[in-house]
């Protein structure tokens, strides 16, 4: 059974930090690029980032200089580590595993989401 749970969102003020992880279970992780996605409220679903099995990085424009992926094979978690948070910030983020060819990416699972809420 293919698991993917994150873990780490809350509640912060504008300017704080948040680390999410995502412990994943059932699959091969070290096979598999991984990504965090986020959904605000009435708005779509935004890739935010995504590594690849190599560990190569890309991080959508909005979040460059302030959020961070990056993955523990080790551990089959992926973290993003967000800091200097924005009230926009503030979306349900999930965190998926899937397919990176080049630039585009194309997840295969899901996690079931954590609440991230930026706002003083």
């Known amino acids: 059974q293919v698991q993917f749970v994150e873990s780490g969102g809350d509640l912060v003020q504008p300017g704080g930090s948040l680390r999410l992880s995502c412990v994943t279970s059932g699959i091969i992780f070290s096979a598999y690029a991984m990504g965090w996605y986020r959904q605000a409220p009435g708005k779509q679903t935004e890739l935010v980032a995504t590594?690849?099995?190599?560990?190569?990085?890309h991080h959508t424009d909005s979040v460059k200089g302030r959020f961070t992926i990056s993955r523990d094979n080790a551990k089959n978690t992926v973290f993003l580590q967000m800091n200097s948070l924005k009230p926009e910030d503030t979306a349900v983020y999930y965190c998926?595993?899937?397919?990176?060819?080049?630039?585009?990416?194309?997840?295969?699972?899901w996690g079931q989401g954590t609440q991230v809420t930026v706002s003083s």
């Open positions: 998926n595993g899937g397919r990176l060819i080049g630039t585009s990416y194309s997840p295969t699972y």
């Open positions: 590594i690849s099995h190599f560990g190569t990085i």
